[in-house]
């Protein structure tokens, strides 16, 4: 459990240093922006997948009667399909203001 707290402190160490060099730093500007529509088309396949591959085993495991640890591949499977349903929803609004 202690290396998924530390994977998530580092994600978030890195979101700052980019949001900060976005703000101050070399990579302000429009140019430097990813463009939504892909972005969220890579993000809702790249997470769909994690969603897919960690919840398959926890579903396998539930049917075959055996519930014991389960629930570290649950949480992250639950997580990834936040994040995939995340990623639709700006893709679907990204749609919608391009007409």
Do not use: C, H, K, S
Not at 14 to 41: F, N, Q
Not at 59 to 87: H, K, R
């Amino acid at each position: 459990m202690e290396y998924r707290v530390a994977a998530g402190l580092l994600g978030l160490l890195a979101l700052a240093l980019y949001l900060a060099a976005r703000r101050r730093g070399p990579l302000r500007g429009p140019r430097w922006a990813p463009p939504t529509g892909p972005l969220a088309l890579v993000a809702t396949t790249v997470f769909g997948l994690a969603a897919a591959l960690l919840m398959l085993p926890v579903l396998a495991q539930a049917a075959l009667g055996d519930p014991a640890g389960i629930e570290a591949n649950l949480t992250a499977g639950v997580v990834a399909a936040v994040v995939a349903v995340a990623a639709v929803a700006v893709g679907l609004r990204q749609l919608r203001y391009a007409r």
